[in-house]
């Protein structure tokens, strides 16, 4: 993606804020996760920051377990004209949109609700499992 591009309201620093915020991760908690190299000051610079590097920003994405295009794509001033423009007259109108602005966090939420059912089937497993072994050793 060349600069020209590049949407120059997006705050990548400040989308790692907002989603960071959104999943209740401390910026202590971000800066364990990306290493011992980082501190909560660190995390602190770096949400100042408009544009992050990829590569920093994989690991962010992967840390948050966020996709990469949520950080690089969420726009916070297009998604509030959207809602102003769609409920400003205390309506509930429809208003179509060719690029949600929405489809980042409905994205965390899916992640969220496949790791819940994973661990889920996993404990499920383990219970069965120990009641095998119990079994096994109990006779």
Do not use: C
């Amino acid at each position: 993606m060349t600069h020209a591009t590049k949407n120059p309201r997006i705050h990548q620093g400040r989308n790692v804020k907002r989603f960071r915020e959104m999943l209740g991760i401390k910026q202590d908690a971000l800066a364990f996760e990306l290493g011992e190299d980082w501190n909560q000051q660190k995390i602190s610079l770096l949400e100042q920051k408009e544009t992050i590097d990829t590569p920093l920003l994989s690991q962010i994405s992967e840390a948050l377990k966020i996709p990469v295009e949520a950080i690089q794509n969420f726009d916070e001033e297009q998604a509030v004209n959207v809602i102003a423009n769609t409920f400003g007259d205390n309506s509930i109108g429809y208003q179509k949109n060719e690029n949600p602005i929405f489809n980042p966090v409905d994205q965390i939420l899916k992640l969220h609700e496949e790791k819940i059912a994973l661990y889920e089937r996993m404990l499920k497993e383990k219970d069965e499992m120990m009641a095998r072994l119990e079994k096994l050793v109990g006779g």
